[in-house]
């Protein structure tokens, strides 16, 4: 599948050269490199080859991802949830110590009291992920 981690099958001998791009681009890239088989790498490799006029690596097709490898879009979905869940935890954390510390003791000891329940969630989260990716493989 074009676009995979470590889908092509050679190493290029230069430094690597990390682009973060937006959302909006990023999928533009990858659909541009998949209409030609190519992995995002490969493409960007060769449009950035034409502007400054060097010869890129002839491309090699990438390797298609063994399935054992791709989590199912399930399984990412509740990764992405445990993600959130956990993301609000550390939120609370951090208004429980502006709580305390600005004197609102009332406001500390709920988030004190809600604040177990949500890591419980989290790590209720990461095993129901396990779960699935063993029962999706």
Not at 116 to 130: E, G, W
């Amino acid at each position: 599948m074009p676009g995979g981690r470590g889908s092509e099958r050679r190493r290029l001998d230069g430094d690597p050269v990390t682009v973060r791009l937006p959302p909006d681009m990023d999928v533009a890239v990858r659909a541009a490199a998949a209409a030609r088989s190519l992995t995002a790498a490969a493409w960007l490799r060769e449009l950035a080859g034409r502007e400054v006029g060097v010869a890129p690596p002839t491309p090699v097709p990438p390797v298609p991802p063994s399935s054992r490898h791709a989590p199912a879009p399930l399984v990412l979905a509740v990764d992405r949830l445990r993600e959130a869940v956990a993301e609000t935890a550390g939120a609370l954390v951090k208004a429980a110590v502006l709580a305390r510390t600005t004197g609102a003791d009332v406001l500390h000891k709920e988030i004190e009291d809600v604040l177990p329940d949500v890591k419980r969630h989290a790590l209720d989260l990461i095993r129901l992920k396990n779960d699935l990716h063993e029962v999706l493989r």
